[in-house]
């Protein structure tokens, strides 16, 4: 059976092959209308057809160019649960936007008798593509949402939980006249509830949960314990980071008063995405395009003194230029982060040790290149290869963020979203040298969760640079 990942990757395939064929339809009814409507009033005297606008010539460059319009604007990111509302207008902005880079691009320099000419053919050229792209995406939405809707479709789900929240919630599910996909397959039991759930759908304790899951492919698990004690939720949360579910809960009236919550259904159960980042679709792939087109111009320009520092490293003391140490990333998942070593070679030895302002273990270029915040430069080749973005939280050594969890047991929400080079808790507090400290640089780190965007991206590398120009780097 496919899981979730599958599932997704599979229906954004078809969404983006009836792209491609509907933006190539729509191109050759535009150019049906140039050549009957636009052209016959001179093209009978003079041959002035633009060769850009050869239909062959430009056949491969068109479907590129709305993938990548169509990409920029998040459609392909979310390919299940679509709103057909949303998905209007996401098609109009994005259709609009990319026929005004067309029409910039390409019917500017078109040979017209007059100015009106201009009008109409953009007028046509939004129409066209606008009329054709939406309604190939609602017939596949429709065919999608009804069959979620009438149980053809969808999800394997775990309710964590067996009190009274969660049989509402199971038989909430049950008694829909619409499902909206969740296929209860059980539940899990708490130590500290009282139970309200028939015996035969409890598979198993919180300690089972690994299993259960792996056992029965779930691919949504919905935490909907009675208690208010927190404990049993996060270790439930910590367990499931980096496993290939979605982790949704039932959320509470205070939530809602301090607008914690973002919610996309209007109907159905009142569920929110534990794991949903509060950007739009858009806004992830600007800031990861932003991610890309930064690192690759920052390596490109600063290459010579990547190379002078290698030099550097190397011929001032033994063992290798760049430091490689595993990091805790994007949902849990471990990565190595690069950097250039300013240590001696082998100094830390079994047991991992936080370094200081007056670590004698570093070396004199070391710290030279902490100061400027130059050893970080490797890390733009971990954001190209997707294991960073530019900025986000810290990451952390494992042997540390178990420390932490201990204290802070929601530490693990930080996994959402990539780790960054810099971050709103490096700018206002820098570099931490113990745990506590890494605790109280914490609160910055969740501040950025909750006003994420490209423009506070924009502010926190401003003021990253100034900290890194005024030698403020430690």
């Not at 009814?29 to 050869?54: A, C, D, G, K």
């Not at 394997?156 to 006249?177: D, H, R, S, W």
């Not at 159960?269 to 800031?287: H, I, M, Q, T, Y």
Request: proline share 3%; aromatic share 12%; glycine share 6%.
């Amino acid at each position: 059976m496919e899981c979730l990942t599958q599932k997704k990757i599979r229906q954004r395939l078809k969404y983006i092959i009836l792209d491609l064929f509907s933006v190539l339809f729509a191109w050759a009814l535009f150019f049906v209308f140039r050549r009957l409507e636009i052209e016959s009033t001179f093209i009978h005297q003079i041959q002035m057809f633009s060769p850009i606008y050869n239909f062959e010539k430009i056949l491969l460059g068109i479907p590129l160019y709305w993938l990548f319009v169509f990409w920029l604007s998040g459609y392909y990111n979310q390919p299940l649960r679509k709103s057909r509302v949303e998905e209007l207008w996401q098609t109009f902005v994005s259709v609009l936007l990319g026929c005004l880079g067309l029409f910039f691009i390409l019917l500017l320099n078109d040979p017209v008798v007059n100015y009106t000419d201009y009008y109409r053919s953009f007028i046509v050229l939004f129409l066209i593509y606008f009329v054709v792209i939406y309604l190939a995406r609602y017939t596949l939405t429709r065919i999608v949402t009804y069959n979620i809707h009438h149980r053809v479709w969808g999800f394997n789900t775990l309710i964590v939980g067996c009190g009274e929240k969660a049989m509402n919630l199971y038989q909430e599910f049950q008694n829909m006249k619409n499902s909206t996909g969740e296929i209860v397959r059980g539940f899990i039991s708490i130590d500290s509830e009282q139970s309200h759930v028939p015996a035969e759908l409890i598979l198993g304790s919180e300690r089972d949960l690994d299993t259960i899951i792996d056992e029965n492919e779930i691919e949504e698990v919905i935490v909907a314990t009675d208690g208010d004690d927190m404990k049993d939720f996060y270790e439930v949360v910590n367990r499931l980071v980096g496993k290939d579910v979605e982790l949704k809960i039932i959320p509470k009236l205070y939530d809602f008063l301090v607008g914690g919550v973002r919610v996309t259904s209007i109907y159905g159960a009142l569920l929110v995405d534990l794991f949903d980042v509060r950007l739009s679709e858009s806004g992830k792939n600007v800031k990861r395009l932003m991610d890309i087109m930064v690192s690759a111009l920052a390596i490109v320009l600063l290459s010579p003194l990547l190379l002078l520092v290698s030099l550097l490293v190397k011929v001032t003391s033994e063992g290798p230029v760049i430091y490689k140490q595993e990091r805790v990333g994007l949902k849990g998942k471990p990565f190595n982060i690069y950097k250039f070593r300013t240590m001696e070679h082998n100094s830390e030895g079994t047991v991992p040790q936080l370094s200081s302002v007056n670590d004698k273990r570093i070396t004199k270029v070391g710290r030279v290149l902490r100061k400027y915040r130059i050893d970080e430069i490797p890390q733009f080749f971990n954001v190209l290869k997707g294991d960073m973005s530019l900025v986000g939280p810290r990451p952390e050594r494992p042997y540390y963020e178990q420390q932490i969890i201990e204290k802070v047991p929601y530490f693990k929400v930080i996994h959402k979203v990539r780790p960054g080079i810099t971050s709103w808790g490096m700018v206002m507090y820098g570099y931490a040298d113990t745990v506590d400290k890494m605790i109280e640089r914490l609160k910055y780190d969740i501040i950025y969760l909750e006003n994420i965007s490209v423009t506070v991206d924009v502010k926190i590398l401003i003021y990253t640079i100034r900290t890194v120009l005024t030698g403020k780097g430690i």
